[in-house]
């Protein structure tokens, strides 16, 4: 059985940051795309970023682009997303998402996703 379990959020003041973690577990992720996706209060879910399994390379959403940075450690099958200068309009729940593909794909055709952790910044 297929688990991501995140952790990492919290509530922070802007300007600060944050590290989510996501570690999956119930097969190996090693080859396969790993991410983020956010919900905000009231929005839709949203891509954040992802990275590819063999060449680890890496997108991201216009939105966090030069704050946000993701990696990943594919011998503890783990997907990181560190949140730098962080604003109010980053306060989602984030989810971790995994794929078996290159690259995530767009939120209603992910293969797995964790829980979700809150990360809430004020102003």
């Known amino acids: 059985q297929v688990q991501l379990v995140e952790s990492g959020g919290g509530r922070v003041q802007a300007g600060d940051s944050l590290r989510l973690s996501c570690a999956a577990s119930?097969?190996?992720?090693?080859?396969?795309?790993m991410g983020w996706f956010r919900q905000a209060p009231g929005k839709e879910l949203e891509f954040v970023a992802d990275?590819?399994?063999?060449?680890?390379?890496?997108g991201y959403a216009n939105s966090v682009k030069g704050r946000f940075t993701i990696s990943r450690d594919s011998a503890k099958n783990t997907v990181y997303l560190q949140m730098n200068s962080l604003k109010p309009q980053d306060t989602a729940v984030y989810y971790c998402a995994a794929d078996k593909a290159t690259f995530l794909p767009n939120r209603d055709d992910v293969d797995y996703w964790g829980q979700g952790t809150q990360v809430t910044v004020s102003s």
């Open positions: 990275i590819s399994g063999r060449s680890l390379t890496t």
């Open positions: 119930g097969r190996t992720f090693s080859n396969d795309a």
